[in-house]
């Protein structure tokens, strides 16, 4: 097949991302078209096709989703609240779903080096969970809960959802102590008591609990206490 170009005067009325989605599918929107769906609506004096042509020609496709901050993504390109924080929950899920589909975790270590990263942007604390399938591959990555600071609260029932849901057998918690070493406080160990008595009554294996610090990680299972 060849191409054709076509006189400027044969062009007709532009379609609109939706309608072309509607009409031809995803795939057949350009890169300032899609992010012209996500954004919705254009701001101050560009619409929204320019507002994404302009982005995209600033930072770049991968660029534009790079950013760690809030306050980043509004000082960098002028953006309000609202769109700021749609850039932002973009570049999060990019990051999650990029890591290998067919990582399998068979120890704590490898559970440790799998899970550090998604800490280091955090100044608070977090309960991550990450579900594995018979073959321990990675099945479900995610966060549970965060805090406002050193400490939080989670209800058992958001620990075991995704175990649950996804019918899986095994599954591993990690939470982080952004200000301290990698040691376990009292609650943190009835916490993963808790959490190993009602697993058990579910059919579940809760393989590990680690606490990840900024001098490495404490492994529950490895002292014994799992």
């Given at each position: 097949?060849?191409?054709?170009?076509?006189?400027?005067?044969?062009?007709?009325?532009?379609?609109?991302?939706?309608?072309?989605?509607?009409?031809?599918?995803?795939?057949?929107?350009?890169?300032?078209?899609?992010?012209?769906?996500?954004?919705?609506?254009?701001?101050?004096?560009?619409?929204?096709?320019?507002?994404?042509?302009?982005?995209?020609?600033?930072f770049g496709s991968r660029?534009?989703?790079?950013?760690?901050k809030l306050e980043d993504?509004?000082?960098?390109?002028?953006?309000?609240?609202?769109?700021?924080?749609?850039?932002?929950?973009?570049?999060?899920?990019?990051?999650?779903?990029?890591?290998?589909?067919?990582?399998?975790?068979?120890?704590?270590?490898?559970?440790?080096?799998?899970?550090?990263?998604?800490?280091?942007?955090?100044?608070?604390?977090?309960?991550?969970?990450?579900?594995?399938?018979?073959?321990?591959?990675?099945?479900?990555?995610?966060?549970?809960?965060?805090?406002?600071?050193?400490?939080?609260?989670?209800?058992?029932?958001?620990?075991?959802?995704?175990?649950?849901?996804?019918?899986?057998?095994?599954?591993?918690?990690?939470?982080?102590?952004?200000?301290?070493?990698a040691r376990p406080s009292?609650?943190?160990?009835?916490?993963?008591?808790?959490?190993?008595?009602?697993?058990?009554?579910?059919?579940?294996?809760?393989?590990?609990?680690?606490?990840?610090?900024?001098?490495?990680?404490?492994?529950?299972?490895?002292?014994?206490?799992?």
């Open positions: 097949m060849s191409i054709k170009l076509i006189p400027f005067s044969d062009i007709q009325k532009e379609e609109k991302p939706r309608e072309k989605i509607m009409l031809y599918g995803s795939e057949s929107l350009n890169d300032a078209e899609l992010l012209s769906v996500i954004l919705g609506t254009g701001y101050k004096d560009m619409n929204v096709k320019e507002l994404s042509g302009y982005l995209l020609s600033e660029g534009l989703f790079q950013f760690n993504v509004q000082s960098s390109t002028g953006l309000p609240f609202v769109k700021s924080c749609i850039l932002l929950a973009i570049g999060e899920y990019i990051n999650r779903f990029n890591k290998k589909d067919d990582v399998r975790i068979k120890s704590s270590e490898q559970f440790y080096e799998y899970i550090k990263d998604d800490f280091k942007k955090s100044t608070f604390e977090q309960l991550r969970i990450v579900c594995l399938d018979d073959q321990r591959r990675v099945l479900y990555s995610g966060l549970i809960a965060q805090g406002r600071g050193n400490s939080l609260s989670v209800a058992l029932s958001d620990v075991l959802h995704h175990p649950i849901r996804l019918n899986i057998r095994s599954f591993y918690l990690a939470h982080n102590h952004p200000r301290g070493i009292k609650e943190d160990i009835g916490f993963t008591l808790k959490i190993k008595e009602a697993a058990k009554k579910f059919g579940l294996s809760f393989d590990d609990h680690i606490i990840v610090g900024k001098n490495g990680f404490y492994s529950f299972s490895l002292k014994g206490i799992l």
